[in-house]
């Protein structure tokens, strides 16, 4: 084993004063605030290239290009969408949550953020979304927790759906959760805030770069509501222009450099 050789002083210094400067770059951006949810019931979709619907207690995958946008529109109460990506040239790189709620000073991950990868660029824009109640904090059901003992876990159903996309559970990243109300009281404790949800939400979601995606529709180990788990209706849309101020690429310091690593491949 090869002694361990400590850094230099110079050089810890030198990587103290980066994160300083680049935490003092963080902290006087200004982020714009999240607009208005969107509307409920959502407006038909367009230029629409597929449709699916993932029962309760499934899973899918599918492939996104550049700019084109997923609807994700729930069918009621007592289901949530769990969310894996990976990017499509090298699947290597994938969805880093941690990172996504670190650099963006929040959990609350609504209509104008976006989800970074574990190379620090961004791979999905939250254009749409109708309620801002989606967990990063706990992530989906095991096999002890899936609600009913007839379906499938989100556990099990990302170790499927990686499978068929040619990776393996080891590839898994920390999943984003869509209509999961999840929430923490003054004492640090997680509770599910029902009143967030209509049972009619919905979110729409646009690719960055080029993606595959894993998707699982189950209960949440959280929600107190027992029964059927609804299903959910996938949209996937043509890619649309983006505007210069478009408000994911613009609300944060952190948004702009991510987009500005996209650019720069």
């Avoid at 996104?64 to 994700?72: A, F, K, S």
């Avoid at 993606?211 to 027992?226: E, Y």
């Avoid at 959910?232 to 983006?242: D, N």
Wanted: aromatic share 6%; glycine share 8%.
């Amino acid at each position: 084993m090869m002694p361990h050789t400590p850094r230099p002083p110079e050089a810890i210094a030198a990587d103290r004063a980066r994160y300083e400067d680049h935490q003092r770059k963080g902290l006087a951006f200004t982020p714009k605030s999240p607009p208005t949810p969107s509307p409920r019931p959502a407006p038909p979709p367009v230029d629409v290239l597929r449709t699916e619907v993932i029962k309760g207690g499934w899973y899918t995958q599918l492939a996104m290009q550049t700019g084109q946008v997923l609807r994700i529109q729930s069918g009621g109460l007592g289901g949530s969408v769990s969310l894996a990506a990976w990017a499509d040239a090298d699947r290597s790189e994938r969805l880093n949550l941690p990172d996504t709620v670190k650099v963006q000073w929040t959990t609350e991950l609504r209509k104008g953020r976006v989800l970074f990868s574990d190379m620090g660029r961004v791979m999905l824009s939250i254009t749409e979304d109708s309620s801002g109640a989606h967990d990063v904090l706990t992530g989906g059901s095991g096999p002890d927790g899936a609600g009913t003992p007839v379906q499938r876990n989100t556990r099990d159903n990302m170790i499927l759906a990686a499978a068929k996309l040619g990776l393996s559970r080891r590839d898994l990243p920390m999943l984003m959760t869509f209509f999961a109300p999840v929430r923490v009281d003054a004492a640090g404790r997680f509770f599910w805030n029902a009143t967030l949800l209509s049972g009619t939400d919905w979110v729409e979601l646009r690719a960055e770069m080029p993606l595959v995606l894993a998707l699982s529709n189950t209960r949440h180990p959280l929600d107190p509501t027992f029964g059927k788990v609804p299903p959910v209706t996938l949209t996937l849309q043509g890619a649309r222009a983006v505007a210069e101020d478009d408000l994911c690429r613009t609300a944060t310091a952190e948004a702009i450099r991510g987009f500005e690593k996209n650019a720069r491949g």
